[in-house]
């Protein structure tokens, strides 16, 4: 081998190197637990666009930590199920301590339950809610 191979076969190797330790930086950072985050929304009504007071929203938390500790970054080994009520302006919010992945679900008699899509936790998570009625 010519001098240039040798040197081009270790810039390869190097540059594969520094992508697989980067790939890896950056997916141990994606699959950790987020800690104190701050959920709120509100919930509207569809067809006149006004608030509902009172109803059900049911948090969903799923984290890779679980209640004493144990981790593992293959699945969701902690899980949380929150209750919140919206206000007289529809308005909800909670903080959660540590979240790795949230659903959401609302329910009011008179309209049809609905269930938000789920979301990879972040610091802020912000939702806007349209039910219809029944």
Known sequence: M???TKKAI???LITLLISVFVY????????TDIKNINLSGYVFDE???????????????ERYEDDKGNKNY?????????????DSNGYYSTVIEKSAFITLS????????????????????????????E
Request: charged share 30%; no cysteine.
């Open 2 to 4: 010519n001098m240039v």
């Open 24 to 31: 890896f930086f950056f997916f141990y950072l994606s699959v």
């Open 106 to 133: 609302f329910k009011k008699d008179g309209y049809i339950k609905k269930e938000e899509a789920g979301r990879y936790s972040s610091k802020h998570m912000k939702y806007k809610t349209f039910l219809t009625k």
């Open 47 to 61: 067809e006149t666009k006004k608030p509902i007071s009172n109803v059900l929203v049911v948090v969903n938390n």
């Open 10 to 12: 270790v810039i390869i």
């Open 74 to 86: 293959d699945e969701y080994l902690g899980k949380d199920k929150i209750k919140l009520y919206s």
